[in-house]
């Protein structure tokens, strides 16, 4: 069952950290992660279970635009309704090509666990941008730095404190695996 909160005693997540020190306001949601419904992604899961219209759920990856493989990630925040076009990523940072970073390096980097990344509180701050569907949302829920933990936030603050781009790197053709 879903839980919603408003106010925080303390922060939990280095998410939720860095926004409390920034002063952004956020709700948090929480959901229970049930690894068996794992083939909708994590952000699906979240939005069945917290009611939330999928589109206003962002995912966020780390994709390598580096020659070298870790040799720079940077922070991609799309909707869980489509996947990443790699393309206008590598044209964004001005690299040749784009691919998902590894894993292991993307939780080594954040210091999150893949399915609770989260764009705010990485271990080492990378370049973030933020997909334009997210100018039509007052607000958007990304994750909070764990599995079932979900903050919603408004895209400015979010563009704001994480000095993002904002360009269409969603391919909305596509749905998520």
């Known amino acids: 069952m879903a839980k919603k909160k408003k106010n925080h005693a303390s922060a939990a997540t280095a998410a939720l950290q860095e926004l409390e020190s920034a002063g952004i306001a956020y709700t948090t949601y929480i959901y229970e992660h049930n690894a068996d419904h794992m083939a909708d992604g994590f952000g699906l899961e979240g939005a069945a279970q917290l009611d939330v219209p999928a589109d206003r759920i962002y995912k ?3 994709v390598d635009v580096g020659e070298k493989p870790g040799e720079r990630m940077v922070t991609v925040i799309v909707p869980v309704t489509c996947h990443v076009n790699l393309k206008a990523v590598a044209s964004t940072f001005s690299a040749k090509k784009a691919h998902m970073a590894d894993p ?3 939780q080594r980097s954040t210091g999150y666990v893949v399915g609770g990344i989260s764009p705010f ?3 080492n701050p990378h370049e973030t941008v933020l997909d334009t569907s997210a100018k039509q949302h007052t607000t958007i829920l990304v994750s909070g730095g764990k599995r079932g933990l979900s903050i919603e ?6 563009i704001g404190q994480l000095n993002a781009k904002i360009t269409e790197v969603a391919d909305r053709g596509s749905h998520p695996r």
């Open 121 to 123: 509180g990485h271990k």
């Open 153 to 158: 936030v408004k895209p400015i603050d979010l």
């Open 60 to 62: 966020t990856l780390l």
């Open 104 to 106: 292991q390096m993307a």
